[in-house]
């Protein structure tokens, strides 16, 4: 009984060991997000890469040429004027030229990226990754809402990176740190859908890899921190397509973050947990997500009633709104249950494990 006891007892590693398998996993990850022969090999290699790689760079690089013109020269040179028109040239310069370039090479490149990334998954998987259901009504409404759910993210994410850089102290650090897990987030959010992850498996993905994903972020975000607003985005636009190539071929680590260093023989299996003192799984996207229920309550079509404290955003009748599935059309007229006047739509997330 005393030995069945001691066995059933989970053993963990020490602090040291743990320690340094956190810092070895996040030197694979800045390795990976340093491939630059994967990328250049990709797209020298694939017609249809290249092009989309080209098309983004010099799209990007206008955008970018464009922004800098206005810093370096037109605003020294409109600076103090004493003419109406002379003042206000920058911004005639900014809204008729400036942002409707970066808006369109935004939305360009979001397309270019998609297209990127499918035909690196089908090199990397092969043509029958190319199958695709034919759209439905459902499809659509779920291609609805993860376009909306996925633009809430990214506007919060971003939200919430420039709200802790205003944190004293420690503010511009914590602030890049998070960039760096969402830099991370949306270069392996393509090879996750593709993999068919829920919205709550990508988060738990990343938060219990957290160390990988850091440093793989790093370098992207270190790139996209010296400039202006719309700058460091056309920076990392410009750059984007090729981490997402890098992400295709990167494999994370650890595979088993609960049981790192397992040893298995034909007698015992041991399972040894890294150490209490080192997180396995930080809650990185917890206030993205939690700030992403309340828009998504706020903006529910139809109203209806409200949600308690006891009770999840999302219920077994809603699926993830970034997913799509989220859009449950309760359609029960055929039964009697529900008049036709209280249809309605609901978009909500299911609550995290």
Not at 116 to 121: D, E, L
């Amino acid at each position: 009984m005393q030995h069945a006891s001691r066995t059933s007892y989970p053993t963990f590693l020490s602090f040291s060991d743990t320690a340094s398998l956190q810092l070895r996993w996040a030197w694979r990850g800045l390795v990976d997000a340093f491939r630059w022969d994967i990328v250049i090999s990709a797209v020298s290699s694939d017609p249809e890469i290249r092009a989309n790689v080209y098309k983004s760079l010099l799209l990007n690089s206008l955008s970018l040429i464009s922004i800098y013109v206005f810093d370096i020269l037109l605003g020294p040179l409109v600076e103090n004027q004493q003419k109406w028109l002379h003042r206000n040239v920058g911004w005639f310069y900014q809204i008729l030229w400036l942002l409707p370039v970066v808006g369109v090479s935004f939305y360009l490149n979001s397309s270019w990226c998609s297209i990127v990334a499918k035909r690196t998954y089908i090199l990397r998987r092969g043509p029958r990754a190319a199958v695709q259901q034919p759209m439905t009504y459902s499809g659509m409404l779920r291609a609805l809402a993860t376009s909306a759910y996925r633009g809430v993210m990214v506007f919060t994410s971003v939200a919430i990176s420039f709200a802790l850089g205003y944190t004293p102290y420690i503010g511009p650090m914590a602030g890049f740190i998070f960039l760096c897990w969402v830099d991370a987030y949306y270069c392996f959010e393509f090879v996750w859908i593709a993999n068919n992850f829920s919205l709550s498996r990508r988060i738990r993905h990343l938060e219990e890899r957290w160390a990988y994903y850091l440093t793989f972020g790093l370098p992207s975000s270190a790139m996209c921190m010296w400039g202006g607003t719309l700058a460091n985005a056309a920076l990392f636009a410009l750059v984007f397509p090729s981490f997402i190539i890098m992400a295709m071929h990167a494999r994370p680590v650890p595979l088993d973050p609960y049981n790192p260093v397992s040893t298995i023989d034909a007698q015992n299996e041991t399972i040894q947990h890294p150490s209490p003192f080192v997180p396995i799984r930080i809650p990185i996207f917890a206030p993205v997500l939690f700030i992403n229920d309340w828009i998504v309550k706020v903006l529910t079509v139809g109203g209806g009633q409200t949600v308690g404290r006891n009770r999840a955003l999302s219920d077994s009748t809603t699926e993830n709104a970034e997913e799509g599935s989220g859009a449950a059309i309760e359609l029960n007229t055929l039964r009697g249950k529900r008049p036709v006047a209280q249809q309605r739509i609901h978009l909500g997330r299911r609550k995290l494990d």
